[in-house]
């Protein structure tokens, strides 16, 4: 039928003009009737076979019911729930590239032929996009939350040698509560300035939230997710070293921090406006107007309120942080090695070697290293630390970090064997001093101190010490002439009687001459 009923009382008259033989043109001029509903309306009347006075007999409603189809409404609710069933999945395909609302709207009729016009149609998955992008608002609870993000228009400085000028990132931070915002120009959007940058805005509130909520740039976030991201494990870090979780946004959800979204399209506002018609020729002097223009921000009233952001984060937020951490965080750079045949790694920035236990040779290896330390790491298992050293090409190493033999060579030293020959005997101790004076270089009488000094182990302390007074009376000072004594036949060296007493020295007539011990 057509879009607009018709009256009773015009139905009536329609069929009052055609008993009495009018034809439909001459019914549509009289009665101002489109042609074809006088047609749709006659046919009715044709197909219900009533004559004209049985029909005019009829009461308004059966009337109605007889003219105007009884299924309209049915029919109606019938298409839009078909409809709304497509609905789901006209939209997903929609966002695929080469699918627009008029090629769906032709698949849609293809199949409904009497389905919604191109307009109705349009306008239904409108709404339905609309709906299932609907808002929450949410209530923010006072030191919770902390959302960070870097604008997109950047600011810049210029180079004072080359003139160039150089743009630089613009870092923002707002607690969500209180809406009390930080701003800080950095050069880049890098893990170094994004860590340094989110620790200026702890400070500047003086205090930490529980959440630390950034956007999935790589410097805080390795690899987003929809269920659980893969944390920068330095970015991750620096927020354990305040006691913050880090909540990655969704990616391609700005929703999720629209906060800090907005806070970007204000400071535009109050902000850039300021400070960008002046020049600046390094960050520090930036930041100083940066930090101007932030405070008259956060310290004018808010739209319709009668406080600031300064004002409310002093009343709500301030007492709900928790303290920062007194010292301050300190990013460790990372650096993968192996650990060579000497026990030792090398830094590569310092072309210097660090020990790591024996164990580990060969073993490929973390170093995290700071100004000041380094700390050396396999798997997750701290092996070995460091005070940092930066001479190059030098080596720092640790004692217990040796193997035993190679440990047992770097105690060598005067004062050591000496000692150990004073515990045998006084004329042990004066042989070795000899054996140390007869060469250019200490070194170079160690192995021989030690050879003579481990006979007391196989031999004992009494013949050691005789055979030292044998060597000492002809004045010679090295090891062979100690073994030659030690190892020749009783009689020839009598170093003990039958009762292991010491005995007298021999002359020299009951001995080998003197050049043929040396």
Same mark, same amino acid.
């Given at each position: 039928?057509?879009?607009?009923?018709?009256?009773?009382?015009?139905?009536?008259?329609?069929?009052?003009?055609?008993?009495?033989?009018?034809?439909?043109?001459?019914?549509?001029?009289?009665?101002?009737?489109?042609?074809?509903?006088? &047609?749709?309306?006659?046919? @009715? =009347?044709?197909?219900?076979?009533? +004559?004209?006075?049985?029909?005019?007999? #009829?009461?308004?409603? *059966?009337?109605?019911?007889?003219?105007?189809?009884?299924?309209?409404?049915?029919?109606?609710?019938?298409?839009?729930?078909?409809?709304?069933?497509?609905?789901?999945?006209?939209?997903?395909?929609?966002?695929?590239?080469?699918?627009?609302?008029?090629?769906?709207?032709?698949?849609?009729?293809?199949?409904?032929?009497?389905?919604?016009?191109?307009?109705?149609?349009?306008?239904?998955?409108?709404?339905?996009?609309?709906?299932?992008?609907?808002?929450?608002?949410?209530?923010? &609870?006072?030191?919770?939350? @902390? =959302?960070?993000?870097?604008?997109? +228009?950047?600011?810049?400085?210029?180079? #004072?040698?080359?003139? *160039?000028?150089?743009?630089?990132?613009?870092?923002?931070?707002?607690?969500?509560?209180?809406?009390?915002?930080?701003?800080?120009?950095?050069?880049?959007?890098?893990?170094?300035?994004?860590?340094?940058?989110?620790?200026?805005?702890?400070?500047?509130?003086?205090?930490?939230?529980?959440?630390?909520?950034?956007?999935?740039?790589?410097?805080?976030?390795?690899?987003?997710?929809?269920?659980?991201?893969?944390?920068?494990?330095?970015?991750?870090?620096?927020?354990?070293?305040?006691?913050?979780?880090?909540?990655?946004?969704?990616?391609?959800?700005?929703?999720?921090?629209?906060?800090?979204?907005?806070?970007?399209?204000?400071?535009?506002?109050?902000?850039?406006?300021?400070?960008?018609?002046?020049?600046?020729?390094?960050?520090?002097?930036?930041?100083?107007?940066?930090?101007?223009?932030?405070?008259?921000?956060?310290?004018?009233?808010?739209?319709?309120?009668?406080?600031?952001?300064?004002?409310?984060?002093?009343?709500?937020?301030?007492?709900?942080?928790?303290?920062?951490?007194?010292?301050?965080?300190?990013?460790?750079?990372?650096?993968?090695?192996?650990?060579?045949?000497?026990?030792?790694?090398?830094?590569?920035?310092?072309?210097?070697?660090?020990?790591?236990?024996?164990?580990?040779?060969?073993?490929?290896?973390?170093?995290?290293?700071?100004?000041?330390?380094?700390?050396?790491?396999?798997?997750?298992?701290?092996?070995?630390?460091?005070?940092?050293?930066?001479?190059?090409?030098?080596?720092?190493?640790?004692?217990?970090?040796?193997?035993?033999?190679?440990?047992?060579?770097?105690?060598?030293?005067?004062?050591?064997?000496?000692?150990?020959?004073?515990?045998?005997?006084?004329?042990?101790?004066?042989?070795?001093?000899?054996?140390?004076?007869?060469?250019?270089?200490?070194?170079?009488?160690?192995?021989?101190?030690?050879?003579?000094?481990?006979?007391?182990?196989?031999?004992?302390?009494?013949?050691?010490?005789?055979?030292?007074?044998?060597?000492?009376?002809?004045?010679?000072?090295?090891?062979?002439?100690?073994?030659?004594?030690?190892?020749?036949?009783?009689?020839?060296?009598?170093?003990?009687?039958?009762?292991?007493?010491?005995?007298?020295?021999?002359?020299?007539?009951?001995?080998?001459?003197?050049?043929?011990?040396?």
């Amino acid at each position: 039928m057509s879009n607009k009923q018709l009256g009773m009382e015009k139905i009536r008259q329609v069929l009052r003009c055609y008993s009495q033989g009018y034809g439909t043109k001459s019914i549509s001029s009289m009665l101002t009737v489109s042609r074809n509903t006088v &047609k749709k309306y006659l046919q @009715v =009347f044709q197909r219900s076979g009533l +004559d004209y006075e049985g029909v005019l007999s #009829l009461s308004d409603q *059966e009337l109605s019911e007889l003219f105007h189809e009884k299924t309209r409404v049915k029919t109606e609710s019938e298409r839009m729930e078909e409809l709304k069933s497509l609905l789901p999945e006209y939209c997903k395909r929609l966002q695929k590239k080469g699918v627009t609302r008029e090629s769906l709207h032709r698949e849609y009729l293809s199949s409904h032929p009497d389905g919604y016009g191109r307009t109705r149609f349009y306008i239904l998955i409108q709404q339905h996009i609309a709906c299932s992008r609907s808002i929450m608002h949410l209530e923010h &609870k006072a030191g919770d939350k @902390v =959302f960070i993000d870097f604008a997109g +228009d950047k600011l810049s400085i210029i180079d #004072l040698d080359t003139g *160039e000028i150089i743009p630089v990132e613009v870092f923002v931070a707002i607690l969500p509560c209180s809406q009390l915002t930080y701003v800080e120009a950095v050069m880049s959007q890098k893990k170094e300035d994004l860590i340094r940058a989110s620790e200026n805005a702890l400070l500047y509130y003086q205090g930490a939230p529980s959440a630390i909520i950034p956007d999935n740039l790589k410097s805080a976030v390795t690899k987003s997710s929809k269920y659980e991201a893969i944390l920068n494990e330095d970015f991750a870090a620096f927020a354990e070293h305040y006691g913050c979780t880090v909540i990655p946004a969704r990616a391609y959800k700005p929703r999720d921090k629209a906060l800090v979204e907005g806070a970007v399209k204000l400071i535009y506002r109050s902000i850039y406006p300021k400070i960008q018609e002046r020049e600046f020729y390094d960050l520090d002097s930036l930041n100083a107007a940066i930090r101007v223009a932030l405070e008259l921000h956060n310290n004018t009233p808010l739209t319709d309120r009668k406080y600031s952001r300064r004002e409310q984060f002093e009343e709500i937020e301030r007492d709900s942080l928790r303290k920062l951490n007194p010292i301050r965080f300190e990013l460790k750079q990372r650096y993968r090695a192996t650990v060579m045949k000497n026990g030792h790694v090398r830094l590569g920035e310092d072309a210097h070697y660090y020990s790591v236990p024996c164990g580990y040779i060969g073993k490929k290896v973390i170093l995290l290293y700071t100004s000041r330390e380094v700390c050396i790491y396999y798997g997750y298992e701290l092996i070995a630390s460091h005070t940092r050293n930066r001479a190059r090409c030098r080596y720092t190493t640790l004692e217990e970090h040796l193997a035993s033999h190679h440990r047992y060579i770097t105690e060598w030293n005067p004062d050591k064997f000496i000692r150990e020959a004073a515990a045998i005997h006084p004329d042990v101790e004066a042989y070795i001093r000899q054996v140390m004076e007869e060469k250019k270089h200490p070194e170079q009488a160690y192995k021989s101190c030690q050879g003579i000094l481990s006979f007391a182990r196989r031999v004992g302390n009494t013949r050691l010490t005789n055979a030292c007074r044998w060597a000492t009376s002809y004045g010679l000072y090295n090891y062979p002439i100690i073994e030659r004594i030690l190892n020749n036949r009783q009689d020839e060296f009598p170093l003990e009687d039958s009762a292991g007493q010491e005995t007298e020295m021999p002359s020299h007539e009951n001995i080998r001459g003197k050049e043929y011990y040396q």
